[in-house]
Structures are given as C-alpha cells and as structure tokens.
C-alpha cells in the first residue's frame, strides 16, 4: 500500500557564506550560491561549505543562480532583471528583462491607496541555450532563448510562490519547489503534468535549489544549506 504523502527529511549541512542565501547551482568543483542579502556570489566546497569564490554583483535583491555559456546567470528581483555575470569576478556581461515580472497575486486586490510592489524572477536553470526562469508574479516557468531574448515555452508552476528549480533525472522533467506550500514537485515541461511530489515541513523553508547525484540540495533564506532524504521514486 503505497504512502498518502512523501515527508522529507532536511539534512543540514552547513551554513552559507553570505547572510541571506536564496539561489543554488551544483557543479562538480563546488556549489554556486547567490545571495540576496548582500548581491555576492559564492561558490564552496561541497563538503565543508570552505568559500572557494566570493564576488560581489550588480544585482538587486538576487534570488536564483545558474550556469551556462561559461556565465553565471542571476534573477536580481529587485531590478526585475536576468543578469549574465563571470564567475570569478562577479562583473556583468548582460543584463534582460525579466519575463514575468509583475504584481504578486496577494498584492493584486490592495487598496488603491496601497503599495502593489512589482517583483521579478527567482529560480534559473540551463539547458541547451535555453534559460528556465521560475516567476512567483506570473506563476509560470518561462523558457528563453538567450541569443535573442525570446520566450520559446511556458508552463504552469502549479501553486503559490515557485522559487528553486533543478532538472530532474528523468528525460523532460524538473523539480520544482513552492516556498509558501512547503512543497517540491516533479513537473514535465511540456506541460506540467506532475509525477511526483513530496513536503517539506517546518521549520525549513525552501528557497534555492539544486541537484547532484539525485540528491535535492536546498538553502534556506535564514543560513541553512543541506539536502533531502527522501526518496526519489513515487509510492502513491
């Protein structure tokens, strides 16, 4: 009889560099990190959280990280913006608008008299010349082509408040997290059809994500970095 929901456990590993950690992107030398609190961009040692680059930005407010084209891309929420950084030095390449900036649904029916705030992006992730943009405003994972800045794809990011992303295993699938619902689901792009989905409890609040050898790597915008214990193939 399979389970009626997947609880996972957080296994907490160290504590990042930067005082608000909200974007993750495994690479085989390290794990890139973006933080929101003070615009670095970090990468440590998988092991023991050591700094191993530590460069300031030009962004504002950053909430997702990842890589491609030999560039480190970054959702600055604070600008609505997608920057293209170098790695070492944090210097910027290019910068795009963020494709689904916007009014967050909460924020939608203030009072005329009220601050309806437009915000931008939040998890990135690479593949092929194309750059998949998490968007809490639009509720969408919007899909670009950066060498003209085009949006080829959308799908639904079911919920509230999309944030990390990670590609999944399995062919045509990612991972996605809802902050707000303290859920990570497995969508295929396509069309969002889900295959899998699991909780993660309080107090933990899933904010940046990555994947490495099948393992969900998480941070929490308090300090917290570590991964999940859960298992990976769905039991329903």
Known sequence: MGHTNKIADPIQTYMAPGPKPNGLQAADDGLWIIDQGNDHVYKVDWKTG???VDARTETKA???IT????????ASTGSNEIFAVEPETGKT????????AGVNATHEHRGPDE????????????KDGHIYIASPPSQYIHVMDVSNWKEVHRFKAPGYRVH??????EQGTMWMADTSAGT??????????????????DPVQVHGMTIRNNKIWYCDDRGPIGFFDVDMVPDF
Do not use: N, Q
């Open 164 to 169: 990390g992303i990670a590609w999944a295993k």
């Open 50 to 52: 050591e700094t191993l």
């Open 93 to 100: 390449v290019e910068k795009y608008e963020s494709p689904g």
């Open 67 to 74: 890589f491609g084209d030999d560039l480190v891309w970054i």
């Open 62 to 64: 950053s909430s997702g």
């Open 184 to 201: 990570i689901m497995r969508l295929r792009v396509e069309d969002s059809r889900c295959y899998d989905v699991f909780r993660v409890l």
């Open 115 to 126: 601050k309806k705030t437009v915000t931008g992006d939040h998890g990135l992730e690479w």
